[in-house]
Nanobody
Framework: QVQLQESGPGLVKPSQTLSLTCTVS??????????WSWIRQPPGKRLEWIGY???????YYSPALRSRASLSRDTSKDQFSLTLSSVTPADTAVYYC???????????????WGQGTQVTVSS
């Protein structure tokens, strides 16, 4: 069974860097064709995709967050991480790590989600 678990601090001060890690079990993050994403949901707002790190190690980011977001991975632990710099209260959200699967017919779907972790940006 595939499971994803987010971890990291729940409170970050403005202007600091937010760091979250997702630990994956039941799936290998280097196996094709899976893409490992971070998605967040601010209070009262829609889900917002932040970026992904592919099975190949390649990364792609939302244009809105590209200048502040960075994804990395530790393949020996099946973990991938998000750092978001220069945070403001607008970055307060529930952060989810998610697996996206690409199928042979070119369709894709988010098939496994972590439970989410609340991150609050406040002094």
């Amino acid at each position: 069974q595939v499971q994803l678990q987010e971890s990291g601090p729940g409170l970050v001060k403005p202007s600091q860097t937010l760091s979250l890690t997702c630990t994956v079990s039941g799936s290998n993050i280097t196996t094709g064709y899976y893409y490992w994403s971070w998605i967040r949901q601010p209070p009262g707002k829609r889900l917002e995709w932040i970026g992904y790190i592919a099975f190949s190690g390649g990364t792609y980011y939302s244009p809105a967050l590209r200048s502040r977001a960075s994804l990395s991975r530790d393949t020996s632990k099946d973990q991938f991480s998000l750092t978001l710099s220069s945070v403001t209260p607008a970055d307060t959200a529930v952060y989810y790590c998610v697996r996206e699967r690409y199928y042979a017919n070119s369709s894709r779907a988010y098939d496994y989600w972590g439970q989410g972790t609340q991150v609050t940006v406040s002094s």
